[in-house]
């Protein structure tokens, strides 16, 4: 596997300084763009969670009580959804080199199917949440101090953010699955993929910590 | 290979490819074209903020009522601070020379990624059209003031959610320039420029290029939950439920300090290319200039609470912050020193681009030593939200990045248009500007000495000298402006044929021709010294006919590789 990103980036090197632009290729350039983009979206989501922090240090007490409200169980099998669907990810990546193209698709249909099932389950969250009036200006608020209304405008704001993610992310699939099967990504062209799959990852490590901080955490 | 060598022929600016026209500008992703395409929406953009800003002095000439109602000069003063900061001075010089410079500087044919080269540059329009938008729609543009406070704008009941959303789109914009300069800086240098081979112009872009990356996604998602706070009341701003009004000012300060550096560094950068050419002389202290264009960006991360010395903070937050400031001055610094070494014993051409330069170091110098009073604790309380800042901040930003703009256009101008412009015309245009500069904003220093509070309408009579010398400021200014574009169109429109190396600069752009040709390069060349070397070539610009290696070494005896 490294020998084979080695050879690969040694024709990338030869193409760069020998040939013309026109048919620029550079895998190292496009996953290096990609790295930084991701950071992007750290920094992005850090300041969420800087504002998680600042808000739970002021208001502790308002925060345990409302994470009480949450539903352990449908948080965990959303964790173990998109571990799940991390590891297929990767798995279509190594399916893709060894040119299992049906393998590959398979596992990436796998993916984008636990996503869905994570947006399923999200879904029946945020409405049994709002049909019980809890809401950014909903009734149920009105009643409650300042640090319960703060966690669950940070829960709609950053599990919102992150289910936007999700569904970028499985359009990112999707458009590489089209890809795959007109053979524009093969098994030695599959930076694209490989991008998609880090950007998969992304939203699951930004998944991995908001599970503890908004369910576990009472 | 043929139909490329068609293509090499002819200049960029005549080139016709897949399509013609204007579509074949605006759908162009050739490095050169996007820059030119940035140059023409920021000019506009330019005008229009100049605009706003001559008719704010021009309330202020009297006390009272003078040309317009107070809502409308709050909107006017916003706009202004919103289309300078977001549509001129970030992108000016890293979207438009960045664009068009730095790939053919470090002997690239293009940037990274083309495609979404093109793609920042619709992110651009995009967001300056909402910024438009939000002009005619709702209550009318926002009164928040560039900084977007809150609770007031949460609170205001002007259009405020479309002027954050115009900003939120054109940050996403630089972001995507940013992450394109860093691979292509990474990735496509020609063989032999390494990193210290680099022209410092490319080491600025570098080191904004990762404050953009880095910093502008705290922005993004700050102005997105105003949107959010304004439609749906979530409260993470609200102090009504709970929300920490000066949290929001860390995190927007958190982005907008290291944006002052993200506009001055690559202006920093194109000092840095201006000095040795008409210096006729190797830069003095290249690594120097070089390592302190990254030490400003890292610490210009560490500096925003200085903003809010007066917001609350605990004392030892605050002598931090101030300490830390103080720490900033040491590369820039740095900077002014090697600059004004490499003109020592130099064999100096007073061309138009030094003027400007020099203009540059001049008024940078009266910005960043006014900078150390804001960032000393004692002081900066009394000067806290007055003319002071104001005047600071112009001297810095529009003393600093906009004159910078204005010499990197007649630097660069040959190069880009192929035009070449009349120099005695810029001189007197820059001496006016230099004038109508400081008449405009030296006084701006001694009125928010005297307690004239920024962002007011109205003001008590004894101040009105000092405020009719500001505004007969703003009216030289502004036509040593025109006359000086008034030059450059000309130039553009009739102006004689450009040499390919009119002001005998030494980097990779002198060595190609002026208008460069679509590729830029017939053969990627190979670079075999530092970029000012004024004495030997150090670039070899076609390493197959002259039969070198990639290392610069000749071919001994070795038959040439078929291309």
Redesign the interface.
Known sequence: MIEHTEALEHTATAE???A???V?R?D??SK??MW??L???L??????F??YG??RF??AD?FKVAAADMNTFIGAINTILLLTSSLSVALSIAALQQNQKKLCLSLLWFTLLCGLAFLVNKYFEWSHEIHNGIY??GPALENM???E??YF??Y??MTGLHGLHVVVGMIFIGFVMVFIARDKITSINFQKLENAGLYWHLVDVIWIFLFPLFYLLH | MTDTLAAHEGSYLEYEGRHKGILGWVLSTDHKRIGLLYLSAIMVFFFVAMTLGVMMRLEMLTPGETIMKPQTYNSIFTLHGVIMVFLFIIPAIPAVFGNFIMPIQIGAKDVAFPRLNLFSWYLYMTGATLAIISLFTGGGAADTGWTFYVPYSIRSAQNVSFTTLAAFVLGFSTIVTGLNFIVTIHRMRAPGMTWFRMPLFAWGLYATSWIQVLATPVIGITLFLIILERLLGVGVFDPALGGDPILYQHMFWIYSHPAVYIMILPAMGVVSEILPTFARKDIFGYKQIAISSLGIALIGYLVWGHHMFVSGMSDTARIVFSLLTFLVAIPTGVKIFNWVATLYKGSIKFSAPLYYVLAFIFIFSIGGLTGLVLGALATDIHVTDTYFVVAHFHYVMFGGMGIMFFATMHFWFPKMFGKMYNEKIAVIACTIIIVGFNILYFPMFIMGYMGMPRRYYDYLPHLQGWHILSTVGSWILVAGIVFMFGNLLYALLKGPKAARNPWGGTTLEWRVSSPPTVENFDEIPVVTGGPYVHDKPTYIMQPSKELVHENGDKLKGETLKAH
Do not use: K, Q, R, W
Request: aromatic residues 14%; without cysteine; charged residues 5%.
């Open positions: 760069h300084s020998h013309a632009a026109h620029h550079d190292e350039g290096m763009g930084l983009f950071f992007t979206e920094l992005l989501f850090g300041g969420m800087l504002l600042g808000y002021a208001y308002g950014p200006g101090s300042n640090g209304i703060l405008g940070l709609y704001v």
